[in-house]
């Protein structure tokens, strides 16, 4: 089955930095990439996806790219602010899924310090 | 309004109790999940159902009974509850892709 394994487990960056965020998957009939933003005491809230049929995407200081052939996407964070401190999920769904399940990583637990 | 509503949100029960844990959603959307994030916040997927019907059960143990009366609700009752059941229970559903999570239930076991 899918298995997705995300780096690193934890990030701790100064405001104002990049953060990045790494995910690898197996299966290569994995065709939709979600990113999870989960804060204390709250469920995972989607920040940004991407398909497989596009290698980059782009929401304000966020973006997200995907690399096909190396089965590898990641989360980039621009200009973080102290509200950016969160866990966050990577995850991949395959595309033949019936039910939608999706596979997530391990979570990164992110910290900017002000 | 809350698009995906849990409850309760704090359970503390007792080994061998058997509990319920109540979602609903009010997006329209066809298929709801079900996830357990344990102590070290990994997300693991515990049971889909599409229009009422079940498509995934991961390998949870019969202790677990979800029951989905509409499309807009999905519960979980949990049967002679473990200390290993300690968790939050995500509940989540979709309409094609993304998800969208409940708050989740922190499930305590002493």
């Known amino acids: 089955g899918e298995n997705v394994e995300q780096h690193p487990s934890t990030l701790s960056v100064q405001e104002g930095d990049s953060a990045v965020i790494k995910c690898t998957y197996s299966?290569?009939?994995?065709?939709?990439f979600p990113w999870y933003k989960q804060e204390l005491g709250k469920g995972p809230q989607l920040i940004i996806d991407?398909?497989?049929?596009?290698g980059e995407k782009k929401d304000q200081r966020i973006a997200v790219t995907l690399n096909k052939t190396a089965k590898h996407f990641s989360l980039h964070i621009t200009e973080t602010q102290p509200e950016d401190s969160a866990v966050y999920f990577c995850?991949?769904?395959?595309?033949?899924?019936?039910?939608?399940?999706?596979?997530f990583g391990q979570g990164t637990e992110l910290s900017v310090k002000p | 309004d809350t698009a995906v509503s849990q409850t309760p949100k704090y359970l503390v029960t007792q080994m061998g109790n058997d509990k319920s844990i109540k979602c609903e959603q009010n997006?329209?959307?066809?298929?709801m999940y079900w996830y357990k994030q344990d102590s070290k916040k990994f997300l693991k997927i515990m049971f889909s159902?599409?229009?009422?019907?079940?498509?995934i059960n991961e390998t949870v143990p019969n202790r677990f009974s979800p029951k989905s009366p509409d499309k807009a609700h999905l519960n979980l009752h949990i049967n002679s509850l473990e200390l290993g059941d300690s968790a939050v229970y995500f509940c989540?559903?979709?309409?094609?892709?993304?998800?969208?999570f409940g708050s989740g239930t922190r499930l305590t076991v002493v």
């Open positions: 989540a559903s979709s309409q094609g892709h993304g998800y969208t």
């Open positions: 995850a991949a769904k395959l595309q033949y899924n019936q039910g939608g399940k999706l596979i």
């Open positions: 299966d290569s009939a994995s065709n939709y």
């Open positions: 159902y599409n229009n009422k019907e079940l498509i």
């Open positions: 991407i398909r497989s049929n596009v």
């Open positions: 997006l329209g959307h066809d298929t």
